[in-house]
C-alpha cells in the first residue's frame, strides 16, 4: 500500500489496521473502560467536596455583564415602592361622588361585618346630613364650628342635581352626593334621607347620624355636640299618636294589614340615629315600600314613616325627641321663620336653656342641639353673637388616630 492509497483509507482503519481485528477490539474496550474509570471518580470527587462543587458551578455558570453593559442595554429600574391601598377606601374614603344607582347604594351600605373587632384604630365620627334646596347661605356659620375639629365628623350635603358646588377651601367643597329632585312632603323627600344615610354609611368611621337643612344653624361648640351624640344611649327620632286630620286623618286604609291604624304615628322630620338604625332604615323592604305604594299626596312622608317605623320595630331605643328646636306656636303648615332683627342673644339663650329633658337617664337643660328655620339675612347678626356666645374657639380633644 503506498502513502495515497493510505490518505483514502478510513482514519478507523488507519488507527486498527485490518491485520489486527482482535486487537483493535481489546484496545477500544480498554479505552471505554478508562474514560468510564475516569467519570465515576469525578462524580466521587465532586460530590464529597462542596467548596469543589460550588467552584465547579461558578465555572460553568455564564459570566454577568458588567454595571456599565447593563446600564447600556436596559432600561433604569423604578425602585419606588408600591403605596398601600389596604382598607383605605373603607376607614377613609375620600371622593364620595360616584356612578352607583339607589338601588346598588343601599346594597352596598347595607353590608355589616361580622368581625367586632377592628383591625384599625380610628376615632368615631358624627355625620351631619343636609338636606338642602340649594346652596348653603349659612355656611359660614358652619365653617366656624367645625373649624379645627378635622377627623372627628363627616359633612354630606343632598341639593337639587343643578346646584352648583361650594367654593374650594370651604368645608362643604366636594361633599355633595348624587342627588335628586325632591318635593316638600313627597316621598321622595324621604329617598333623599336614606340616601344622604346610605352615602354616609360607606364610611365605617360615622357612627352617629343627624339630618340638618340650609336653615339649621348648631345652638353649642363642637366638641358639646360631638360628645352629647357620641356618649348617648338612645337615638332621637320623635314619634306621637296625633288624633285628627293632620294625624291619623293621613292614614291609607290599604296599608293593612301590615301597618294598621293604631301603629300610626307622626314626628319631627330632623331625626338623630345612630349606625345600627341607619342600617335598618335604608335596608327595610316592609314599611318603606308600603308607603311609597300608598303614602302619596297629602300623607306627608317625611313626618309619618320614620316616626312609624321605629314606634314599631324600635319602640325602646329613641328619646321620643328631636334635637332640633323649632317654634310652632304661630300655628299652620309651616314653623316660624327668623330674620335678621330676630336674632338676639336673648333669643339664642331661651333656646339653648329654656327646656328640661332626660339625657342617659339623667336631667339636663341640654335639649336641643340645632335650631331652625333661619334666613339667610340672618347671617350677620348670627356671626356676630354665635361664636362668643356658643365658645366656637374650643376644640374637642379627643384621639385622631390610633
Given at each position: 500500500m503506498n502513502k495515497h492509497q493510505e490518505q483514502l483509507l478510513p482514519s478507523s482503519m488507519l488507527l486498527f489496521p485490518p491485520r489486527s481485528k482482535h486487537l483493535s477490539l481489546l484496545l477500544a474496550l480498554l479505552l471505554f473502560g478508562f474514560g468510564f474509570a475516569v467519570g465515576i471518580f469525578s462524580s466521587f470527587y465532586l460530590q464529597t467536596t462542596p467548596v469543589s462543587l460550588s467552584m465547579a458551578q461558578l465555572l460553568l455558570q455564564p459570566s454577568a455583564p458588567s454595571q456599565s453593559a447593563v446600564s447600556a442595554s436596559s432600561p433604569p429600574r423604578s425602585v419606588s415602592a408600591k403605596p398601600r391601598i389596604g382598607l383605605k377606601e373603607f376607614v377613609e374614603p375620600g371622593v364620595i361622588l360616584h356612578d352607583m344607582t339607589?338601588?346598588?347604594?343601599?346594597?352596598?351600605?347595607s353590608m355589616v361585618p361580622k368581625i367586632q373587632k377592628r383591625?384599625?384604630?380610628?376615632?368615631?365620627?358624627?355625620?351631619?346630613?343636609?338636606?338642602?334646596k340649594g346652596h348653603l347661605p349659612l355656611a359660614p356659620l358652619w365653617e366656624k364650628f367645625f373649624e379645627g375639629n378635622e377627623g372627628f365628623y363627616s359633612i354630606y350635603v343632598h341639593a337639587s342635581p343643578l346646584n352648583g358646588s361650594a367654593p374650594k377651601g370651604s368645608v362643604f367643597h366636594g361633599r355633595r352626593v348624587p342627588s335628586k329632585a325632591v318635593q316638600w312632603g313627597g316621598m321622595n323627600m324621604m329617598e333623599a334621607e336614606r340616601r344622604l344615610l346610605a352615602n354616609a354609611l360607606l364610611d365605617v368611621s360615622n357612627q352617629r347620624f343627624v339630618l340638618l337643612s340650609e336653615a339649621c344653624i348648631p345652638l353649642?361648640?363642637?366638641?358639646?355636640?360631638?360628645?352629647?351624640?357620641?356618649?348617648?344611649?338612645?337615638?332621637?327620632?320623635?314619634?306621637?299618636?296625633?288624633?285628627g286630620p293632620t294625624g291619623r286623618g293621613r292614614y291609607m286604609k290599604k296599608m293593612k294589614p301590615l301597618l294598621k291604624l293604631e301603629q300610626w304615628r307622626k314626628g319631627s322630620q330632623w331625626f338623630e340615629v345612630d349606625r345600627?338604625?341607619?342600617?335598618?332604615?335604608?335596608?327595610?323592604?316592609?314599611?318603606?315600600?308600603?308607603?311609597?305604594?300608598?303614602?302619596?299626596?297629602?300623607?306627608?312622608?317625611?313626618?309619618?314613616?320614620?316616626?312609624?317605623?321605629?314606634?314599631?320595630?324600635?319602640?325602646?331605643?329613641?328619646?321620643?325627641?328631636?334635637?332640633?328646636?323649632?317654634?310652632?306656636?304661630?300655628g299652620g303648615p309651616h314653623p316660624a321663620r327668623f330674620?335678621?332683627?330676630?336674632?338676639?342673644?336673648?333669643?339664642?339663650?331661651?333656646?339653648?336653656?329654656g327646656s328640661s329633658c332626660s339625657y342617659n337617664g339623667r336631667s339636663t337643660r341640654i335639649c336641643f342641639l340645632f335650631a331652625r328655620k333661619f334666613l339667610p339675612n340672618s347671617l350677620v347678626?348670627?356671626?356676630?353673637?354665635?361664636?362668643?356666645?356658643?365658645?366656637f374657639k374650643q376644640r374637642y380633644e379627643g384621639r385622631r388616630t390610633g
Amino acid at each position: 500500500m503506498n502513502k495515497h492509497q493510505e490518505q483514502l483509507l478510513p482514519s478507523s482503519m488507519l488507527l486498527f489496521p485490518p491485520r489486527s481485528k482482535h486487537l483493535s477490539l481489546l484496545l477500544a474496550l480498554l479505552l471505554f473502560g478508562f474514560g468510564f474509570a475516569v467519570g465515576i471518580f469525578s462524580s466521587f470527587y465532586l460530590q464529597t467536596t462542596p467548596v469543589s462543587l460550588s467552584m465547579a458551578q461558578l465555572l460553568l455558570q455564564p459570566s454577568a455583564p458588567s454595571q456599565s453593559a447593563v446600564s447600556a442595554s436596559s432600561p433604569p429600574r423604578s425602585v419606588s415602592a408600591k403605596p398601600r391601598i389596604g382598607l383605605k377606601e373603607f376607614v377613609e374614603p375620600g371622593v364620595i361622588l360616584h356612578d352607583m344607582t339607589d338601588e346598588e347604594l343601599l346594597w352596598r351600605a347595607s353590608m355589616v361585618p361580622k368581625i367586632q373587632k377592628r383591625p384599625f384604630s380610628r376615632p368615631p365620627k358624627v355625620a351631619f346630613l343636609f338636606l338642602t334646596k340649594g346652596h348653603l347661605p349659612l355656611a359660614p356659620l358652619w365653617e366656624k364650628f367645625f373649624e379645627g375639629n378635622e377627623g372627628f365628623y363627616s359633612i354630606y350635603v343632598h341639593a337639587s342635581p343643578l346646584n352648583g358646588s361650594a367654593p374650594k377651601g370651604s368645608v362643604f367643597h366636594g361633599r355633595r352626593v348624587p342627588s335628586k329632585a325632591v318635593q316638600w312632603g313627597g316621598m321622595n323627600m324621604m329617598e333623599a334621607e336614606r340616601r344622604l344615610l346610605a352615602n354616609a354609611l360607606l364610611d365605617v368611621s360615622n357612627q352617629r347620624f343627624v339630618l340638618l337643612s340650609e336653615a339649621c344653624i348648631p345652638l353649642f361648640n363642637f366638641p358639646t355636640i360631638y360628645s352629647y351624640l357620641i356618649n348617648s344611649t338612645k337615638i332621637y327620632v320623635q314619634a306621637y299618636d296625633l288624633p285628627g286630620p293632620t294625624g291619623r286623618g293621613r292614614y291609607m286604609k290599604k296599608m293593612k294589614p301590615l301597618l294598621k291604624l293604631e301603629q300610626w304615628r307622626k314626628g319631627s322630620q330632623w331625626f338623630e340615629v345612630d349606625r345600627s338604625l341607619a342600617i335598618e332604615v335604608i335596608s327595610d323592604d316592609e314599611y318603606f315600600p308600603l308607603f311609597q305604594r300608598h303614602c302619596t299626596s297629602s300623607c306627608f312622608a317625611d313626618e309619618h314613616y320614620l316616626a312609624t317605623h321605629v314606634s314599631v320595630r324600635f319602640p325602646g331605643r329613641t328619646a321620643n325627641r328631636s334635637l332640633t328646636w323649632v317654634d310652632w306656636s304661630k300655628g299652620g303648615p309651616h314653623p316660624a321663620r327668623f330674620l335678621r332683627t330676630d336674632v338676639t342673644v336673648e333669643l339664642l339663650e331661651r333656646i339653648r336653656n329654656g327646656s328640661s329633658c332626660s339625657y342617659n337617664g339623667r336631667s339636663t337643660r341640654i335639649c336641643f342641639l340645632f335650631a331652625r328655620k333661619f334666613l339667610p339675612n340672618s347671617l350677620v347678626r348670627l356671626m356676630r353673637f354665635a361664636p362668643k356666645l356658643m365658645d366656637f374657639k374650643q376644640r374637642y380633644e379627643g384621639r385622631r388616630t390610633g
